[in-house]
């Protein structure tokens, strides 16, 4: 149980077009899916808290203009990263809570996005 | 600032020994903890999360934690190649579920 899937798994881009992740929990619901970025090397950073219903909320230093978060469904959040440019360029996993229990986070596939 | 720390490494340890991989914490009313392993180019997987004060084994793995010590520690018994990768220490500190995650171990096996 507790399985995560992400759509694409990996894309390339030109500069300046739109982006969309989707992060899918499949057996199970999930009212809160997180969004991180990571870049080589580095460990995971949280880009968003995603939560079905209502608004994201991003952490300090988050473009929530230039990533837009839609949690639409108990089974689907959506991340945009909206004009992309190079700097964009990284490994972006979503998580969701849920499954057996209310604190543990599984981690979808992950999307590498190269931006041109 | 909240924060969670990791040795880096790199971790080497022969076929079979034992790796022992440590993580302190700085939020002392943390009260979830969570080890993660991570293949390179690969998402993080969920190795086993620690609740209470003492040890908690699943197979091979056995996470230990001391709240007093801010300290949370994952054994690798019978290391084995697969298990090369880099584990990540991740902590509830916040509201609302959100991790923290710290820098994570590599870990390499040598057969």
């Known amino acids: 149980g507790a399985v995560v899937s992400q759509h694409p798994s990996w894309v390339i881009c030109k500069s300046g077009t739109s982006v969309k992740i989707e992060c899918r929990s499949l057996d199970f619901q999930a009212t809160t899916m997180f969004w991180y970025r990571q870049f080589p090397k580095q460990s995971l950073m949280l880009m968003a808290t995603s939560n079905e219903g209502s608004k994201a909320t991003y952490e300090q230093g988050v473009e929530k203009d230039k990533f837009l978060i839609n949690h639409a469904s108990l089974t689907l959040s959506t991340l945009t990263v909206t004009s992309a440019h190079p700097e964009d360029s990284s490994f972006y996993i979503c998580s969701a809570l849920g499954g057996d229990t209310t604190d543990t986070q599984y981690f979808g596939p992950g999307t590498r996005l190269t931006v041109l | 600032q909240k924060e969670v720390e990791q040795n880096s490494g790199p971790l080497s340890v022969p076929e079979g020994a034992i790796a022992s991989l440590n993580c302190t914490y700085s939020?002392?009313?943390?009260?979830?903890f969570f080890w993660y392993r991570q293949y390179s180019g690969k998402s993080p997987e969920l190795i086993m999360s620690i609740y209470s004060n003492g040890d908690k084994e699943d197979g091979r793995f056995t996470a230990q934690l001391n709240k007093a010590s801010q300290y949370v520690s994952l054994l690798i018994r019978d290391s084995q190649p697969s298990d090369s990768a880099t584990y990540l220490c991740a902590v509830n500190m916040a509201a609302g579920n959100k991790l923290t995650f710290g820098g994570g171990t590599r870990v390499l096996v040598k057969p």
């Open positions: 939020d002392r009313g943390s009260q979830s």
